[in-house]
Each structure stands twice: as structure tokens, then as C-alpha cells.
């Protein structure tokens, strides 16, 4: 199956410097790979996705780029602030199983310092 | 925006006990899902629903889970003989259709003593 994994763990950054993470997937038949964001307590909420058929997207302050001949895909947030701290869960889904699926990453503790 | 919902919001319950956690996907969607997350932990898959049958499940989901869609808008999983090591936040989610975002709910937190 699917296994996702993601770096770093743990990342600190000042206010407004730029945060990055980084995950690599198995199967090449993943087409799909959303990054969630949750803040304690709460749902992981959908903040930008990207499909196979692109190589980047952007929304705002945050970006994602997908490399799927490396099967990596990364996130990227500028001018980070302290709301932007939560845990960031990269994930994706691929065609077995209908393309239902979802794998996700061990999830990135992200803490922005004011 | 319509949103998916679960109750409880937290579960507590005794080892072997049976829970039952009640999900109302968004009304138009025909995709459900189960997920779990144990404290600190990934969001594990376990299984995934359509057209009134399993679509897919992990090795997570064993005899001791089962799904149904009892109505036209509840969606519930059943643990039936709960272990310790069932304690986590469980989350439904939901999607229109294959292909596009899930759609998750706020989460049951089920604690096993």
C-alpha cells in the first residue's frame, strides 16, 4: 500500500520567515496529495491540494509543489504568523481501492514564534 | 457551509463494552469514511463506504468494527468489544463523490478504561 512519509517533525520559525515541509509517497499511482492543517483539538481542515497533472500550486501565502518523478511533494508558507501555528499533515491518495483512500504523514508540528 | 457532524464528542467506555459513533455525512455526498487518530499520532484510514457497502478497509478495521448507513443520513461505526488500545479521536468524512476533497467531522474522542 501507500505509505507517506514526512519531514520534519518539529519546525520553529520566526514570524514572517518561511516554513517548509517536505513529504515523499511510494505509490506512483497517487494522483491526489492534500495537506491538512489541525489545531489542537480540532478537525484536520483542508488548506491546499494539488493533482497529479500539476507541478505547482499557490493560495495566497502558501504553495505547494509536486516532483512526481521523485514522488515528492512539498509545502511552502511565506510570512508565516502565529495563527499559522498547528500541525500540518501532508497525505495522499492514489487509484487502488477507487481513488477513496487517504494515507497520511506523521504530521508536522509547526510553531511560529511572535 | 454545510459540514459533517458526529456525536458524541467524547466517549468514555469500559473495556469490552460495545460504542457506537454516529456520523452525518454533508447530505448530498455518497462517500464515507472512518478515520482514527491516536493522541499524537497520524490519521490512520479505516474504512470506506459506498453504495450501502464497504468499499475499502485497513487492516485496522477487523471483526471487532462494522459499519452501516441505517437511515438516509446517519453513518455509525461499532466497536463491538472495546480494548484499551481503541482509545483515540475518531473522525467521519465524507466527499461527493471519488476523486474529490473528504470532507472531515470535528471528531469523537473515544477513551477506553
Known amino acids: 500500500g501507500e505509505n507517506v512519509e514526512q519531514h520534519p517533525s518539529t519546525l520553529s520559525v520566526q514570524e514572517g520567515d518561511s516554513a517548509v515541509i517536505k513529504c515523499t509517497y511510494s505509490?506512483?499511482?497517487?494522483?491526489?496529495f492534500p495537506w491538512y492543517k489541525q489545531e489542537l483539538g480540532k478537525r484536520p481542515q483542508l488548506i491546499i491540494d494539488?493533482?497529479?497533472?500539476?507541478g505547482e500550486k499557490k493560495d495566497q501565502r502558501i504553495a505547494v509543489t509536486l516532483n512526481k518523478t521523485a514522488k515528492h511533494f512539498s509545502l511552502h508558507i511565506t510570512e508565516t504568523q502565529p495563527e499559522d501555528s498547528a500541525v500540518y499533515f501532508c497525505?495522499?491518495?492514489?487509484?487502488?481501492?477507487?481513488?477513496?483512500?487517504?494515507?497520511f504523514g506523521i504530521g508536522t508540528k509547526l510553531q511560529v514564534i511572535p | 457551509e454545510p459540514e459533517v457532524t458526529q456525536t458524541p464528542s467524547h466517549q468514555v467506555t469500559q473495556m469490552g463494552q460495545e460504542v457506537i459513533l454516529r456520523c452525518v455525512p454533508i447530505?448530498?455526498?455518497?462517500?464515507f469514511y472512518w478515520y482514527r487518530q491516536i493522541l499524537g499520532q497520524k490519521v490512520e484510514f479505516l474504512v470506506s463506504?459506498?453504495?450501502?457497502?464497504?468499499?475499502?478497509k485497513s487492516e485496522i478495521f477487523d471483526d471487532q468494527f462494522s459499519v452501516e448507513r441505517p437511515d438516509g443520513s446517519n453513518f455509525t461505526l461499532k466497536i463491538r468489544s472495546t480494548k484499551l488500545e481503541d482509545s483515540a479521536m475518531y473522525f467521519c468524512?465524507?466527499?461527493?463523490?471519488?476523486?474529490?476533497?473528504?470532507?472531515f467531522g470535528p471528531g469523537t474522542r473515544l477513551t477506553v478504561t
Open positions: 468524512a465524507s466527499t461527493i463523490d471519488r476523486g474529490y476533497e473528504q470532507y
Open positions: 505509490d506512483s499511482a497517487s494522483n491526489y
Open positions: 494539488i493533482r497529479s497533472n500539476v
Open positions: 497525505a495522499a491518495r492514489g487509484a487502488r481501492g477507487g481513488y477513496q483512500k487517504v494515507t
Open positions: 447530505s448530498n455526498h455518497l462517500y
Open positions: 463506504f459506498y453504495n450501502n457497502e464497504i468499499s475499502e
